[in-house]
């Protein structure tokens, strides 16, 4: 059991891994296998993450369940992986999302072997960059997440795939270079890898130079590095335009991690590395951030609001969801130390949660549509409701989550951010209502023209309801989104005391 | 008792005489049996030195396992490559599989 | 003066290297192979001596039960070299005869000069290896775990490399 | 000690000071007293075989709504004796181009083999021959040796059904192996110790309760072990006329016949000790001998039991035989040694009433599950053995979607 | 039992209720209905036992029921928020009418929606049921077939129920907020509940959407609030004189506003939203494109109740720095001047509709409106009065309308006529066909016209305008007495037009009345639209004042920190609303006493444009339109998308990629392909590597053994070497 309790996260991130080589050897033709493989080889990182979870002190300081090891001593990085309240939602949000994207990727029939390989290595990857501690480590899980996202929308996308694959790859990979030039300057400057000690060394650095640059500019460098990297991510406002392209082309399932968890990588980022690395950099351009997030809840309410397919309405969801994510952590840079911070990280961190449940499901109901139709012109649909109840219902619910029903998950989140920012950015708050105002729009818009109205003849009789599968891959996003909903203490719990330790960590080096 | 240098000598002697097996036998799977027989001898080193010297400590003893396993998975492994050969050459024998020749 | 001990220790070392040499020299392979299990037994027995009874059990085990059978059935497989009563050794065969001599000389004088060649006295006690201490030390993570996990991965590797080599794939039919 | 509460070992005491009055030195006097025991016990064995030939005839003749022997002696119990005399006065015959060492050497393996099992049986708390703290490894590679003499005996007669029959017992044999090792190892587990004394001590609960489907498992790859049927593959008359032994006559043969036997009573033997408690019972600690009944009740149970199999189940195929181990048994017992282990670990040993339900309710979990795929997989391939196949020409038949 | 405990449970049978139809329940429609009732039926017992304690409870106001119990709901820092539920006397009046309404309402949907009526021969999920026919005596014969989503609809009105109890017995905005959005949602289902028909369907977005500016102001005054007290509790805030002093006396950064004023306003806009005032009212009407139950539920029971109770709730701060007369803060200003323009300008819409339930949205509207005003002249208690009298007779409006609809449906079927059946012009004379019907309908007209001394409308009316006139703000006052006088005039106008008169259609003499389910509960409301009104006769009035005791002002008025100032009792409001009040009947009934089938509305030729101006209701959803929707699309289908995204962004981007394309190929030409390939490539390193390979290739017999024996001699070689020459020396 000892094994068990002190890598209990070395088990959770390589277990997928492990899963993925033990795919290799199965025969490539018994899809059926390969499916049951991939899925319970997903299932047991949830378990463990659920054991994680238990063991999860929530009012313990710092990160806990660390592991370290020597990786690559010779630039002093190591392997060095812990938890804290954040990363531990993040990692429990992959473990849940990635069982059900499998699931849901049961209907993939071509090259199943490598399409679940390649989804238990992001997995992998993706739980990597949540858990690791050395910057390096961190860049490492972070390109290790990049590449399958490709090749999963490169191979088994739509019509439009390549374009949107090599968008993605190109436009990440240029966030991804200033990311590793942010990592190498701050690993040569401060000699060492180590985010527990950067936390520490790097904000106080103020001398010394770096091939003849003074240390400002050295960090403003980087900190511009990380910025875009992060952003790119996210993705900010004007940085978003890869995503639409990405999601649409994408399969559900990957649509559903991309959506639910590799968008949370951006946002992770700028909690992890650029708050408690660059403090008061970070309060300066706080309000350019502010104003991008709200730029990005505006025109990505707007952007969805404008769209006639479904899945592309469903992807400018994302970019206004995550419009709050930013909104709220420019507010806590800005405001930092005081309870107005804390409560916009609160409602930050939430929000990557909720918006990581209902996008997921918002874009798996999009898959159950399409695989049905072949179409996502929502000038198609009409009138599905009476063909599909349940159906209906599951989509009514989710959109509902999605939009922010107060008791569904979205609202608390929403709320927390708008009350933590309102003080400090007044003004971009209130725009970004315009925001909201439309995510309801575009929402009722996408839920008027798939369910309501006359039925559209072509499809009468031909749309089975959703199968029992399909059901269960929705089931706990729907009761997650619930719970999330009517009683977020459990979440904010662990997230609460995370935040707050790290507004007040900024807030000493003022 | 019996001295160590018993043993040694022993294993030094099994040891050369697999090593004389691999080098000499035109079979293959003759050769196979001149490295069970070297790998025997390295356990039986192993063994001698964890019984008078390092009893207390698992080193020993784990390296003899991980060599049994080493042992059995060279045999598996070895014995299919030498079946499978002789379904497509009808040989086993050493100096008649000369493919690598440059 | 020999004890009952030692004099045991000598004739078991004397067949075990009778059946060794025999196993590199026979004609038929299937005798070799069975002197090869003579061989292993007497291994066996020389754990057994050296106070390891569960790795004398596990020699017989995995040996014999394992890997002298599968030699075995793989003589038996490859019917010709089955039958083939010829010459068994190349051509050259003195060549290595007089590297392995040399080596066992220069082996022996090397030892030799250890100090504590002629060590007779044991650490270990009668109640021979501890194999809950050997377990616990197997997947200790501070022990051997990882030793034993890469075992355990190229045991199950030789495992599907074997079942994929001997695997016939001809063409329409399994 | 009083010679009623623990004959054997006061049988012995004596023996060794006997012996030791003699001013044997007590190294030989150990070593003349394993000497002992193993003639005795060998004896023992060898005579209970005639026993259980006698038995076997019998009740299977019952089975099959025949007498069985009749004739000789009441209930025909002197047949067997009249059957030994029979062969021990054949004469020896060697057939041409046999090899003459493998040939005569693979009997006597053979017997040695299953009377090596003897060695590490707890007879009764206090009658054991070696409490061998690898006893239950020593069993596994003491049966590895029994396919030594299969093998030698298949190879050496020089005969091509014989060597065939060798070939698909040793395939049988080690593949078996596989899943026994593992149902082994619960046991092992329960207890942290590999010594069969452990084990029957540790028996608290029997663990056929705690593991029966790994009871279950041991149980269906010792007969396979033992080559029984349904497992008599190697014997399959219409195939192999009579399998590796078929170049062997006379007391070589019957050497055979007796491990056979034999080797079917101690597999009953060992379960019983594994998994009935062996010598456990009411009183058996303080009355050994009491114990003794109770682990011969226990095997004669098991032993009836697979005598009730043998007479009741037809052959398996070779290739139904191997599916089953490695398709099933082999998997099902490696969920359940894993399912075991963190199960023993979550529910502690000092927790023997909830470690039962646990334990109880995980076995019929696994078994219901693995039942189930099987099950399905089974109804599978009845379905596509049902489809209407082409017969008048050959059309390559579309490629299908496994996944569907 | 636990009076806290209880309270927390009022809300919950209805939830279960919605829970178990939904998942359980819902091909079973006896189950469904039962389960709904049962559950209204349980919340409305709790609703009774809570309210009679709290009126039996002295000094209610400072100490509420149920606040001793509260759990941690969000952990913020290093505090938490926390929820919890309280009855003061504001909840206790709400909690009284709407476990009442619910009730009834639920009653009634059996009956509405035919339930143990046959299948309908055409029905489909999504639209209404067209009637079913079935064989009497050999020949066809149409009757009204059963609604074909009946489960759904009892579980979407159920959770409707869970969400405005919630809404009434929590203890801070947040939940408030929750349910009230609850509420929308299921306004929103419900108005589209059939959602197949597309006017349908539209109603519903425009009601979601609508409400939703108004929520998203809201949303920021909670945000504003919670910031700058730290709570969202009612008594900590609003019971709170140094917290309200604060908020009053803080200047907001917006409009030279306080900041009790700044979010009073955007508080207040939740209402503007929620109670359809002007200029958000237009969802309202379209909203009566949902079953009547529903309409019933939206406008009298709940929704638009939610709406003026949110606003009575805050009152404390939206009149936070007032002192009981004199000039109106912003805030309350705001709303004077809202409540005014919306009471008076629905109801010159209302006069020109001829939907019978159009005209009582607008009435509805209109009364909202009343309410509106009397807080923003602070009076409050009066406002909370006519909310309770208005819950009842507007409830029962709408379920009679719901009724004559259903009689005239049923004309319909039996004589194959082609009408709306909701069109008053089509009715007439239904007095004698549908009697308990007419009564009732009648009472509740009356009560809405303010029909002095009997009615419930009457009493709290006239305190409204009594409020208005006392606290000296005459334009208010005129403003609603004009409204006051077209309500009794488009109610006469209805009354006449429905029931008196000759029958104006063939479906109209074939009308009947409808089962006992459904009028048994306008009998219930008809008599709480009279006798609700006797527990608030001013002390004041003439002759009535003083025979019973203002129970309401006692209980209610306690809520209040600061007083208005006595209510010297003057007898023009008072004969004002007799004037309006009867007048308005009267003049009603003359125009309208004799309309024939086929003839224009009266109104039409002397108010000429007006009328249609009215008929049209003054072109607001044409205006909406052509302004907000039209720009809205444009800025996101075309800005947005076409120019912003794909133009601008992506144009940005696809020239980066032409450009890196032609520098890649710039390269590969220039300097790979003449450099590297021809030159490096052919001749200096490979030749050389070949060359070398070749002769090295020569001592590779193939043989393993060789190779080992060779590689084993160097071994040995070397190990003799280093030992003989290092070790040894």
């Not at chain 1, 025969?27 to 899925?39: D, G």
């Not at chain 2, 497509?88 to 100096?95: E, H, K, L, P």
């Not at chain 5, 409305?44 to 400072?62: I, N, P």
Request: hydrophobic share 55%; proline share 4%.
């Amino acid at each position: 059991m000892d094994l068990l309790t002190n890598h209990l996260l070395t088990l959770i991130l390589f277990t997928p891994v492990v899963g993925a080589v033990v795919l290799l050897f199965l025969p490539a033709k018994n899809i059926r296998v390969l499916r049951w493989a991939a899925l319970a080889a997903s299932l047991v990182p949830f378990g463990l993450a659920l054991g994680l979870w238990a063991r999860f002190d929530p009012s313990a300081e710092g990160f806990q369940f660390v592991e370290m090891m020597p990786w690559y001593p010779a630039i002093q990085s190591s392997y060095h992986l812990g938890v804290d309240g954040i990363s531990l939602m993040m990692v429990l949000l992959t473990v849940v999302l990635t069982p059900l994207a499998v699931l849901a990727s049961f209907t993939v029939t071509e090259r199943v072997k490598a399409y679940m390989f390649l989804f238990l290595l992001l997995e992998t990857g993706m739980l990597g960059v949540f858990l690791s501690l050395d910057l390096l480590l961190f860049f490492v899980f972070w390109e290790v997440g990049l590449v399958p996202m490709y090749f999963l929308i490169a191979q088994w996308g739509g019509t439009r795939r390549n374009y949107a694959a090599l968008k993605f790859i190109l436009y990440t990979m240029g966030g991804s270079l200033g990311l590793l030039l942010a990592t190498q300057m701050i690993g040569v400057v401060a000699g060492t890898f180590d985010l527990t000690e950067l936390f520490q060394i790097w904000p106080a650095l103020n001398s010394g130079t770096l091939l003849g640059l003074p240390m400002a500019t050295v960090k403003a460098v980087a900190f511009w590095a990380f910025v875009i990297a992060f952003a790119i991510k996210v993705p900010v406002w004007p940085f978003h335009t890869w995503l639409p392209d990405a999601h649409t082309e994408a399969p559900t399932a990957g649509s559903m991690i991309l959506a639910g968890v590799l968008l949370k990588l951006g946002a992770y980022g700028f909690l992890r590395l650029v708050l408690p690395l660059y403090p008061l950099e970070s309060k300066l351009f706080a309000g350019w951030l502010a104003a991008l997030g709200a730029l990005a809840i505006i025109f990505g309410a707007l952007g969805a609001f404008g769209q006639k397919d479904f899945k592309r309405l469903v992807a400018y969801s994302s970019i206004n969801h995550m419009g709050f994510v930013v909104l709220g952590i420019a507010a806590a840079a800005a405001a930092v130390g005081s309870q107005d911070a804390v409560i916009a990280l609160n409602g930050a961190v939430l929000q990557m949660v909720t918006h990581g449940l209902s996008a997921a499901g918002m874009f798996f109901l999009v898959g159950v549509i399409y695989e049905r139709t072949h179409t996502r012109d929502l000038t198609e649909f009409g009138g599905l409701f009476a063909q599909m109840p349940v159906y209906g219902g599951v989509l009514l619910f989710t959109a509902m989550g999605s939009l922010g029903l107060p008791g569904l998950a979205g609202f608390v989140s929403e709320f927390l951010v708008v009350r933590g920012a309102w003080p400090v950015f007044t003004l971009a708050t209130a725009l970004s209502m315009i925001g909201l105002f439309f995510t309801g729009a575009y929402i009722l818009k996408a839920l008027k023209m798939v369910l309501h109205g006359p039925l559209n003849e072509r499809w009468k009789g031909k749309l089975p309801e959703m199968s029992l599968r399909e059901g269960i891959v929705i089931a706990p996003l729907m009761v997650l989104m619930l719970i999330l909903g009517v009683w977020p203490a459990w979440a904010l719990d662990v997230i609460n005391r995370t935040v707050s330790m790290i507004s007040l960590a900024m807030s000493l080096w003022f | 008792m019996i001295p160590i240098s018993w043993f040694l000598i022993f294993s030094a002697a099994l040891f050369c005489i697999g090593l004389f097996g691999v080098l000499a036998r035109k079979n293959t799977i003759g050769m196979l049996m001149g490295v069970e027989l070297m790998l025997n001898a390295v356990n039986i080193n192993l063994l001698a030195f964890w019984a008078y010297r390092y009893a207390g400590q698992m080193n020993g003893l784990v390296f003899v396992a991980i060599v049994f396993a080493a042992a059995a998975a060279e045999a598996a492994v070895g014995l299919a490559l030498i079946i499978s050969v002789y379904r497509r050459r009808t040989t086993v024998m050493a100096d008649e599989l000369n493919l690598m020749k440059g | 003066m020999i004890t009952g001990l030692q004099a045991f220790f000598l004739v078991n070392a004397l067949i075990t290297l009778f059946a060794a040499v025999k196993v590199v020299s026979s004609r038929k392979l299937v005798h070799a192979a069975l002197w090869l299990v003579l061989a292993l037994m007497g291994v066996a027995a020389t754990f057994a001596m050296l106070g390891s009874r569960f790795f004398s059990v596990i020699q017989v085990f995995v040996y014999i039960g394992a890997i002298a059978t599968l030699i075995i059935v793989a003589v038996m497989l490859t019917r010709n070299s089955m039958e083939d009563v010829g010459p068994q050794v190349n051509r050259g065969w003195w060549l290595p005869l007089v590297v392995v001599v040399l080596l066992f000389v220069g082996l022996v004088v090397v030892l030799s000069g250890w100090g504590d060649f002629g060590l007779s006295t044991r650490t270990v006690g009668a109640e021979g290896e501890n194999v809950m201490e050997l377990g616990k030390a197997l997947v200790d993570p501070n022990g051997f775990v990882l030793p034993f996990e890469i075992a355990s991965a190229l045991l199950l590797g030789a495992m599907v490399a074997a079942i994929y080599l001997a695997t016939d794939r001809k063409e329409g039919k399994r | 000690m009083s010679f009623w509460i623990d004959p054997i070992n006061f049988v012995i005491a004596w023996l060794k000071g006997l012996l030791e009055s003699w001013g044997l030195q007590p190294g030989l006097v150990t070593f003349v007293m394993y000497l002992i025991g193993a003639f005795v016990t060998t004896l023992l064995a060898m005579l209970l075989v005639v026993f259980l030939i006698w038995l076997e005839r019998k009740l299977i003749g019952r089975v099959q709504d025949r007498l069985g022997p009749n004739r000789l002696g009441p209930w025909g119990i002197f047949q067997t004796f009249a059957d030994m005399l029979k062969i021990f006065t054949k004469e020896h015959i060697t057939p041409d181009g046999a090899d003459g060492v493998a040939y005569n050497l693979a009997p006597v393996i053979s017997v040695g083999a299953v009377l090596m099992v003897w060695a590490v049986i707890p007879f009764t708390a206090t009658v054991v021959g070696v409490d061998f703290n690898a006893g239950v490894l020593y069993l596994m590679a003491v049966g590895a040796l029994g396919e030594m003499g299969v093998i030698l005996a298949g190879w050496g007669s020089n005969n091509k059904y014989a060597m065939l029959a060798a070939f698909r017992a040793v395939a049988q044999l080690i593949s078996y192996e596989v899943p026994m090792v593992l149902a082994l190892m619960i046991p092992v587990m329960f207890t942290g110790s590999m010594s069969l004394q452990a084990l029957v001590k540790e028996q608290d609960i029997w663990f056929i309760f705690l593991a029966p489907v790994a009871a279950l498992i041991f149980f269906i790859s010792s007969i396979a072990e033992v080559g029984r049927t349904p497992f008599d593959l190697v014997e399959s008359e219409s195939e192999l006329v009579s399998g590796f032994n078929i170049e062997y006559s006379g007391l070589k043969f019957g050497m055979f016949y007796v491990a056979d036997f034999l080797h079917a009573f101690t597999i009953s033997l060992l379960f019983a000790a594994l998994y009935l408690g062996g010598w456990r019972g009411p009183g058996a600690e303080q009355y050994p001998m009491l114990g003794f009944v109770y682990f011969a009740l226990k095997t004669a149970v098991v032993y009836f039991i697979g005598i009730l199999m043998r007479a009741s189940l037809p052959r398996f195929r070779i290739d139904q035989m191997m599916d089953l181990n490695w398709k099933y048994l082999t998997p099902l017992a490696l969920v359940l040694v894993a399912a075991t282990a963190v199960a023993g670990k979550i529910v502690p040993a000092e927790m023997a009433g909830l470690r039962l339900v646990v334990m109880l309710a995980l076995n019929g979990i696994i078994f219901a599950a693995a039942d189930r795929l099987m099950t399905r997989r089974r109804s599978a391939r009845r379905q596509v053995a049902q489809a209407p196949r082409p017969v008048a020409h050959y059309v390559q038949p579309a490629p299908t979607d496994p996944g569907d | 039992m636990n009076m806290d405990l209880l309270i927390w449970l009022i809300p919950l049978p209805p939830l279960l209720a919605f829970a178990a139809i939904v998942l359980f329940t819902n091909r079973s429609k006896a189950l469904s209905h039962s389960l709904a009732i049962g559950a209204a039926g349980l919340s409305w017992l709790a609703s009774m036992v809570v309210f009679f304690t709290a009126v039996g409870r002295e000094e209610l106001a400072k100490h509420p029921l149920g606040v001793d119990l509260k759990v941690n709901w969000l952990p913020l820092g290093d505090g938490a928020f926390k929820i919890g539920v309280q009855v003061d006397p504001l909840s206790a009046v709400i909690l009284f009418f709407v476990a009442w309404t619910v009730l009834m309402i639920f009653v009634y949907s059996v009956g509405y929606h035919n339930f143990g009526q046959p299948a309908g021969d055409h029905d489909k999920p999504g639209l209404p049921p067209h009637g079913a026919t079935v064989k009497v005596k050999g020949h066809g014969h149409q009757v009204p077939s059963v609604e074909p989503m009946y489960s759904r609809f009892f579980a979407m009105i159920s959770l409707f129920a869970f969400g405005m109890f919630l809404l009434v017995v929590t203890d801070n905005l947040l939940t408030l907020y929750m349910a009230w959005e609850i509420m929308g949602l299921c306004s929103y289902l419900l108005i589209g509940f059939w959602y197949a028909k597309p006017s349908a369907r539209d109603a519903a977005v425009k009601a979601f959407l609508t409400t939703r500016v108004g929520d998203m102001f809201m949303l920021l005054g909670m945000a504003a609030l919670y910031k700058m007290t730290g709570t969202l509790n009612y008594q900590e805030i609003l019971a709170n004189p140094t917290v309200l002093e604060m908020l009053a006396s803080q200047a907001a950064p917006v409009l030279g506003l306080s900041w009790a004023g700044l979010i009073g306003i955007l508080i207040f806009m939740g209402t503007v939203g929620k109670s359809a005032q002007f200029p958000l009212h237009v969802w309202l009407p379209d909203a009566m494109e949902g079953p009547t139950p529903v309409s019933a539920m939206i406008h009298a029971a709940t929704m638009v109740s939610a709406g003026v109770y949110l606003s009575i709730r805050f009152f404390p701060l939206i009149s936070a720095g007032w002192d009981g007369g004199g000039a109106l803060t912003p805030a309350m200003m705001t709303l004077a001047v809202v409540g005014a323009v919306t009471a008076l300008f629905a109801a010159t819409i209302a006069v020109a509709q001829n939907d019978i339930k159009r005209v009582l949205a607008y009435s509805t509207i209109s009364q909202l409106g009343y309410m509106i005003a009397a807080l923003g002249v602070g009076a409050y208690v009066a406002a909370a009065f006519h909310l309770v009298t208005h819950a009842f007779f507007k409830a029962l409006l709408f379920l009679g309308s719901g009724s004559v609809i259903h009689g005239m449906e049923h004309g319909v079927l039996h004589t194959h006529q082609h009408i709306d059946p909701q069109d008053m012009q089509h009715m007439g004379g239904l007095r004698k066909k549908m009697p308990v019907t007419f009564w009732t309908f009648l009472a509740g007209g009356l009560a809405l016209s303010g029909f002095p001394l009997v009615t419930a409308g009457f009493w709290s009316k006239d305190e409204i305008l009594s409020g208005a006139f006392n606290g000296g703000h005459v334009w208010v006052f005129v403003i609603l007495a004009l409204a006051a006088l077209l309500t009794a005039f488009y109610t006469a106008r209805q009354i006449t037009l429905t029931f008196l008169g000759q029958a104006r259609s063939e479906a109209a003499e074939h009308a009947s009345e409808s089962r006992a389910v459904m009028t048994a509960p306008l009998v219930v409301l008809a008599f709480f639209a009279i006798t609700a009104g006797w527990v608030g006769i001013p002390k004041a009035f003439p002759g009535l004042g003083g025979l019973v005791p203002n129970w309401f002002e006692e209980f209610v008025g306690e809520m209040l920190l600061v007083h208005g100032e006595a209510a010297h009792h003057s007898l023009v409001p008072l004969i004002t609303s007799l004037v309006v009040a009867l007048g308005g009947l009267a003049l009603g009934w003359w125009v309208y006493r004799d309309v024939r089938a086929g003839q224009k509305d009266p109104l039409q030729k002397p108010l000429g444009p007006v009328y249609t101006l009215l008929q049209n209701k003054y072109y607001f959803d044409e205006l909406y339109g052509a302004t907000v929707v039209r720009f809205s699309r444009w800025v996101s289908e075309v800005f947005t998308d076409r120019w912003l995204d794909r133009g601008v962004i992506d144009g940005i981007l696809h020239g980066i990629a032409a450009a890196g394309l032609w520098l890649g190929g710039v390269l590969r030409n220039g300097f790979d392909l003449p450099v590297i390939n021809r030159f490096l490539g052919d001749t200096v390193v490979a030749g050389g590597t070949r060359k070398l390979g070749a002769e090295t290739s020569k001592i590779q017999t193939g043989r393993l053994q060789q190779y080992m024996l060779m590689g084993l001699a160097v071994v040995l070689a070397a190990s003799a070497i280093i030992y003989f020459f290092f070790v040894m020396a």
